[in-house]
Structures are given as structure tokens and as C-alpha cells.
């Protein structure tokens, strides 16, 4: 079973809120909600992939030191595994907004259950409910 490596960000606002993006129709696990993120390129750390995911999906620039490990999912689907580390940043710059056809929501972290995520993003969670708390 082959090892997909992608990595993903929880956006937390001012207010201590949750960025999440609905997968928009076409794509695979269309409506489901997610964090922001995407597939890690050859020769990338994961640092610089989602910097680049977030610019590319987001239009914001996020700086290295402003991205702090704060959790990682390991599901096995059907045809692969997935490993995914989730960084919590607090700040970038510019203006979020939705760039790949997706749909954005600011969402509290005690109410994340309430939208259908991947089964890989649903252990995210606990970590963030603690760390918002």
C-alpha cells in the first residue's frame, strides 16, 4: 500500500475560530469539509508545502515560524495510507479567500463535529477543541 504524505493548516482567527474548506463538486470526497493543505511535492518539507498550498488555495502568505505542529492523522483507505501533520497558525498575511472553488467557514472548534469531514480529519480535532478550549 503506497504512503501519501499531505499536510494541512488550522487557520485560527482572532476570535479563536477554525477555518475550514468545503471540497468543491468534481473533486474527490466532494462536499465533505476540510483543513486547508494539499499533497507534499517531491524535495518539499512540509513547512514549504503548505505555505505554497495556502498562497495557491488561499491567496495568503504564511511564514515558517508561524506554523506549529500541533497534531498528525494516520488513516489507511481503501488504496492508500494517508499520514498528514496538522499545523495551527495564528497569522499570515492578506486576505482569506476561497481561490480553488471551494467554500470557506469560520467554524468554533466545539462545533467542528457538526460538518462531514474525511475519516483521516475527524482525530484533528480533539487537539484543537484542547488547544481552543
Do not use: N
Not at 5 to 11: G, P, Y
Amino acid at each position: 500500500m503506497r504512503l501519501l504524505l499531505v499536510v494541512a493548516a488550522a487557520l485560527i482567527d482572532t476570535d479563536g475560530r477554525v477555518l475550514i474548506a468545503r471540497r468543491p463538486e468534481g473533486k474527490e470526497l466532494e462536499g465533505l469539509w476540510e483543513f486547508p493543505g494539499g499533497k507534499i511535492d517531491a524535495g518539499e518539507r512540509p513547512e514549504e508545502a503548505l505555505i505554497r498550498e495556502l498562497r495557491e488555495e488561499l491567496g495568503v502568505t504564511v511564514k515558517a515560524p508561524c506554523l506549529a505542529p500541533l497534531a498528525f492523522a494516520s488513516h489507511a483507505y481503501d488504496d492508500f495510507h494517508l499520514l498528514m501533520p496538522l499545523y495551527a497558525c495564528r497569522k499570515w498575511e492578506g486576505f482569506v479567500r476561497p481561490l480553488d472553488g471551494q467554500t470557506l467557514k469560520w467554524v468554533w472548534a466545539k462545533d467542528l463535529r457538526h460538518y462531514p469531514m474525511p475519516p483521516a480529519d475527524a482525530p484533528l480535532i480533539p487537539p484543537l477543541v484542547d488547544l481552543l478550549a
